[in-house]
């Protein structure tokens, strides 16, 4: 069993930047896959940014360019850089994993973004 932690949320001004953090209880290997997904109210979760092996990402649409993945597989950690926030980037962020070690998938507690214009 693996638990995460996330970090870093908050309030923050359109064009503001903030660092989300994702802390998991237990070693992550480099091949499991990390990543974040955010959820408006009323809104499904959709995939913010994912990290796999050898550092491979993938980002939605909306935040090319402006929201950057990394990971430190010795501190078991994912960060997500977020820079020239929108209020449309308000959502709850949660973390997730996906284990091959362990054939599970994880999820964290959630932290909540806010973005005023």
């Known amino acids: 069993q693996v638990q995460l932690v996330e970090s870093g949320g908050g309030l923050v001004q359109a064009g503001g930047s903030l660092r989300l953090s994702c802390t998991g209880s237990?070693?992550?290997?480099?091949?499991?896959?990390m990543g974040w997904y955010r959820q408006a109210p009323g809104k499904q979760r959709d995939l913010v940014a994912s990290?796999?092996?050898?550092?491979?990402?993938n980002y939605a649409d909306s935040v090319k360019g402006r929201f950057t993945i990394s990971r430190d597989n010795a501190k078991n950690t994912v960060y997500l850089q977020m820079n020239s926030l929108k209020p449309e980037d308000t959502a709850v962020y949660y973390c997730?994993?996906?284990?091959?070690?362990?054939?599970?998938?994880?999820w964290g507690q959630g932290t909540q973004v806010t973005v005023s214009s």
């Open positions: 997730n994993l996906v284990s091959f070690t362990l054939s599970q998938t994880y």
């Open positions: 237990s070693r992550i290997f480099s091949y499991d896959i």
């Open positions: 990290i796999a092996s050898g550092g491979r990402t």
